[in-house]
Structure formats: structure tokens, C-alpha cells
């Protein structure tokens, strides 16, 4: 038999350090402003794009074959991709749940929102933002909390030393800071 094919029985793997579980339940976290623009987009959508390109695809249509016609079959093509773009937005505030991560501000200890400055143990010092899936960005240093990086992250205080799990291997990194945003004003 091919040893392609043949069940491994040898656990030396597991041994090394392991992620954190996914959390479970399917929560969406995201920050206030994160829920806001995407609720921005939704409503763009709904009530400025959609209504200009429906004008334009019913001007379209009047104007006899449809089938060479580059007004109507662009206006179509644009209105399913609204469309499927307000079904997806839809979905995914309905799962969203609203966390302000000025609730912990002045703690050292990490949790959804944070700033956290790290060193990696080959003196390379980091800043990540853990922010909520839809609303992270990585050209902006902010990662999902559902990231690797983020689940080593969480719950851990400044001055902790955790494994990161990489590609390349554990990495031993350091908390240095923790921050907030500070409370807006009521």
C-alpha cells in the first residue's frame, strides 16, 4: 500500500506549542466605528447605487435590443453585484455584535480593541491592533481577532512572554504595552 494512504499513529507532533482554539458560537466582534461604516456602505447601497443603476438599466431597456445593448448589459451586471453585495453586508450585521474596546481603557491586560506593542525574540518590536474580521487591515497594522497573532494575544497582560505559533516555527514574543482608546464623551 502506498504510505500516502496509511494512517500516522505518531503524536511527536503535538507536542509543540498549539493555537488557541477558535472561539465558538460564530460572533462577529467589531468596534462601533467598524459597525458604522459598514453600515454606511449598506445604506449607500440601498438608497444612492442601486436606485442610479436601476434608472439606468429601465432607460436601457427602452431603448429596444437588449442584446447588444452595453448600457443594459453593464447595468445588470453592475445590479447583481449590488445586489449580492447588500445580501452579504445584510448577513453579516445581523451576526455582528458591537464591542467598545474603550470599556478597558487604562487596563494592561488584552482584549478586543487593543493596541499591543511586542517584542519578537530576535529584537524586532511590533504594534498590531485587534479589531473585528470585517474591519481589520493589515496595511494599517491591524489584525482580525481571529488571527494568530490576536489568539496568542488575548488575555495576556504587559511584561507576558507567550509562543507565537509560525510557519517557521514558535516565536517567543513579549508583551512591552497595551493600549486603549479613551472614553468618548457621554
Known sequence: MNKAFTKETDDA????????????????????????????EL??????ERPKVVEIVHWAASN???????????????????????????????IMEVTDPAVHYGSDQIFFGASVTYVEDAGVERTVTILGIDEADSSQAQVSWVSPIART??????????????????????????????????
Do not use: M, W
Not at 507532533?13 to 454606511?40: E, V
Not at 443594459?72 to 453579516?92: A, V
Not at 495576556?156 to 479613551?182: F, H, K, S, W
Open 153 to 186: 494575544l488575548l488575555k495576556a497582560r504587559t511584561g507576558d512572554v507567550l509562543q507565537l505559533v509560525t510557519p517557521a516555527g514558535p516565536v517567543e514574543i513579549e508583551v512591552l504595552r497595551v493600549q486603549y482608546p479613551a472614553l468618548g464623551p457621554d
Open 13 to 40: 507532533d503535538d507536542d509543540g506549542p498549539q493555537l488557541p482554539s477558535l472561539p465558538s458560537g460564530g460572533k462577529n466582534y467589531i468596534t462601533p466605528q467598524g459597525y458604522a461604516r459598514i453600515r454606511s
Open 43 to 48: 445604506l449607500d447601497l440601498i438608497d444612492n
Open 64 to 94: 429596444g435590443d437588449r442584446s447588444e445593448n452595453g448600457d443594459y448589459i453593464y447595468g445588470k451586471k453592475r445590479l447583481r453585484e449590488i445586489d449580492r453585495r447588500i445580501r452579504f453586508l445584510t448577513k453579516r450585521i445581523e
